[in-house]
């Protein structure tokens, strides 16, 4: 029977196992970690972060740890996730992304270290529909979160950017 053979597949499949135990425990970090610590105020928001291009390595201490603000580059582009950290902060699921180009651990759905490059990832050797999965989530940030700068590759000079409004909104135009 379907059901039966679904659920069978499902649950005695180890690796199976091992994935549902994932999103168990991701579900868990979601939803009850976040109502362990109830915090009785909103903590005030930090002011918006100056427009500014970083390297792999500048954006490495803004982990939410060694900087109480929270960065992740997704294709080229860094987001200010700060108020996201429910998810992005030491304690979240996806705290490991905090300070790190996130695209291919996005575009292969995992969490593991590994998938964290140490040097610039110019993600050439993803296949189309993991490109394709990294436009989705670089979207989906620019919807929620700032937009800082670029994630700059080696040897490219960051724009100056002093002309600009940088805490003007709006400021997604030339993104
Ligand atoms: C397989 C088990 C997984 C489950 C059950 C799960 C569950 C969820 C849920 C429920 C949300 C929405 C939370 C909310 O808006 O309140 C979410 C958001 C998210 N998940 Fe997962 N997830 C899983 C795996 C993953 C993996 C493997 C990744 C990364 C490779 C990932 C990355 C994200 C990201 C980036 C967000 C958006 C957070 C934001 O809004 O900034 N998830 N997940």
């Given at each position: 029977?379907?059901?039966?053979e679904l659920?069978?597949e499902?649950?005695?499949n180890?690796?199976n196992?091992?994935?549902?135990?994932?999103?168990?425990?991701?579900?868990?970090?979601?939803?009850?970690?976040?109502?362990?610590?109830p915090e009785?105020q909103?903590p005030?928001e930090?002011?918006?972060m100056?427009?500014?291009?970083?390297?792999?390595?500048?954006?490495?201490?803004y982990n939410g740890?060694?900087?109480?603000?929270?960065?992740?580059?997704?294709?080229g582009?860094?987001?200010?996730v700060?108020?996201?950290?429910k998810f992005?902060g030491?304690?979240?699921?996806?705290g490991?992304?905090g300070?790190h180009d996130?695209?291919?651990?996005?575009?292969?759905f995992?969490?593991?270290?590994?998938?964290?490059p140490?040097?610039f990832?110019?993600?050439t050797?993803l296949?189309?529909?993991q490109?394709?999965?990294?436009?989705e989530?670089?979207?989906?940030?620019?919807?929620k979160?700032?937009y800082?700068?670029?994630?700059l590759k080696?040897?490219?000079?960051?724009t100056?950017?002093s002309?600009e409004?940088?805490?003007?909104?709006?400021?997604?135009?030339?993104?």
């Amino acid at each position: 029977m379907a059901v039966t053979e679904l659920m069978q597949e499902l649950f005695f499949n180890p690796i199976n196992v091992a994935l549902l135990s994932v999103c168990v425990f991701l579900l868990y970090k979601i939803f009850a970690g976040g109502r362990k610590q109830p915090e009785p105020q909103r903590p005030p928001e930090l002011p918006r972060m100056k427009r500014r291009d970083f390297t792999l390595q500048d954006l490495k201490k803004y982990n939410g740890v060694d900087d109480e603000r929270i960065l992740i580059a997704v294709n080229g582009q860094v987001f200010d996730v700060t108020r996201g950290k429910k998810f992005y902060g030491p304690d979240g699921p996806y705290g490991i992304f905090g300070g790190h180009d996130a695209s291919r651990a996005l575009a292969t759905f995992s969490l593991d270290k590994d998938s964290l490059p140490e040097e610039f990832d110019d993600l050439t050797n993803l296949n189309p529909e993991q490109m394709e999965s990294v436009r989705e989530w670089q979207m989906q940030f620019r919807e929620k979160y700032d937009y800082i700068g670029k994630l700059l590759k080696p040897g490219e000079a960051p724009t100056d950017y002093s002309d600009e409004e940088s805490n003007a909104e709006g400021d997604k135009k030339d993104t």
